[in-house]
């Protein structure tokens, strides 16, 4: 968890502040497991069950991420994928809320089937279409930031 909080510099604070909260080593731990074991849309559930205060479903996505083998892929669902999805796939995730700001196993599970679906289709990893949706959401949608591109 050495990324995050962009360049504001209080990311360190936090995830101390996370990771010294009671069963929070459990919590990952299992998190981990279950999504080296191939689901993590059921780690996302997990989460979602078990909180850890400060880890919201944008933090707790990337963390799943590099939990999961790259082929079985735990994209990442944050705020400017959310905006992404709301502009030009909402009507793949009908029924189900785009926010990235409230744990909600649904879309985050139709969100996993979309990327897979083209990943299969495209022929490449989960994290390459997540990436491409990533970098043209951060061109639409993201403020300035020192961290931008990279």
Known sequence: MVW????RGYGPYRV??????ENA?????????????GDPKLAYDFLRLNRIRILGPSYGSKFMT????????A?????????????????????????????NSKTYSMYWDWV???SEEL????????LVLFRDAEN????QSAWKGK
Not at 26 to 36: A, D, G, M, N, S
């Open 4 to 7: 995050g909080y962009g360049d």
């Open 16 to 21: 101390t502040q996370m990771l010294n909260q």
């Open 25 to 37: 080593e459990e919590i990952l731990t299992h998190v981990f497991e279950t999504c080296q074991q």
């Open 66 to 73: 590099f939990c999961t083998p790259r082929e079985i892929g």
């Open 75 to 103: 994209p990442i669902y944050d705020s400017l994928i959310a905006m992404w999805i709301e502009e030009f796939a909402k009507k793949d995730f009908l029924g189900a809320p785009t926010s990235s700001e409230t744990w």
């Open 116 to 118: 897979k679906l083209h």
């Open 123 to 130: 022929s490449c990893y989960p994290d390459e279409i997540e």
């Open 140 to 143: 639409r949608y993201s403020r």
